[in-house]
């Protein structure tokens, strides 16, 4: 039987690789089993387990470290955007808006009282167009033509932002509001962004797509249009918008996602 040679050696030798890799591939299996179960056994926050969170969180750190008021999204020639513009998420926008009645509502900590605003005088602002690649993060883009009024123009005609009241010079600040909320009329659907990214000078409260005024699916009268981040952020039909120094609560990070989706 154990007939010593070298032929006995290499059988040996070849059992007990078998050996040692069947040990190495069960261990890898259990200690997969053993993470899973680990990860599936973690307390929940803001919608997600915590160490999916912390995820999110160290993102945010590495975006936030690299974001600047200076970075671009690429524009694009009118003639690059798409002619019928997909529809996408219809939360508070289930019934048509009366855009007679419609004003926008804004307020900030500290103010005297809550301003409500016309269409009519949000188009007296300057007018900016942009042309860029609205990626929603569902994994589609397409690129789309808007118009609308800065919101860093919007945000200095009416002194907002700021806790002096003065304008907001530089950035980061600590005269400024970390964050503003947007909330739809119906306040179903709501979203919170960090000033930075609301101040940047692609950000745009926008009433026109492709040069006509908004259509009540794409968020008429009013709506977000905020390249530096997912199609998430940019809310349709905003009713109310506010300033504040804690994260406004929003509905897709209630639901897991990432809070700041940034790009
Ligand atoms: N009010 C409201 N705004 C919203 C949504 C929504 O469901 N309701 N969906 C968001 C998502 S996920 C995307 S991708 C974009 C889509 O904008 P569009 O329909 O103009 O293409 O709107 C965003 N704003
Ligand atoms: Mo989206």
Known sequence: MNSPGPENDFERKVRRKTIIAFV?????????????????????????????????????????????????EPEYPKSKAVKKPRVNGDLGLKKDQDLSSWKLKVFQPGMKDTIF??????????????????????????????????????????????????????????????????????????????????FHPQTLLCYELNGKPLSQKHG????????????????KRIGTLYFSDNRPPDYWAERGYDYYSGL
């Open 24 to 72: 190495v591939f069960g261990l890898g299996i259990l200690f997969a089993l053993i993470g899973w179960r680990w990860l599936r056994h973690q307390p929940v926050s803001q919608g997600t387990i915590k160490p999916l969170r912390k995820g999110f969180e160290f993102n945010e750190k590495v975006f936030k470290g690299v974001f600047s008021q200076n970075h671009l």
């Open 117 to 198: 605003l016309g269409l009519d005088e949000i188009k007296a602002l300057p007018k900016t167009e942009i042309v860029y690649n609205f990626k929603c993060i569902e994994g589609w883009s397409q690129v789309t033509h808007w118009g609308g009024v800065k919101f860093a123009d919007f945000a200095n005609k009416y002194k907002l932002g700021t806790k002096s009241g003065k304008l907001p010079v530089s950035f980061p600040s600590d005269d400024m509001y970390k964050y503003i909320g947007l909330v739809t009329p119906d306040k179903t659907y709501y979203v919170g962004i960090d000033y930075e990214s609301m």
């Open 220 to 235: 008429a009268p009013l709506r977000l249009i905020i390249p530096v981040k997912y199609g998430i952020k940019s809310l």
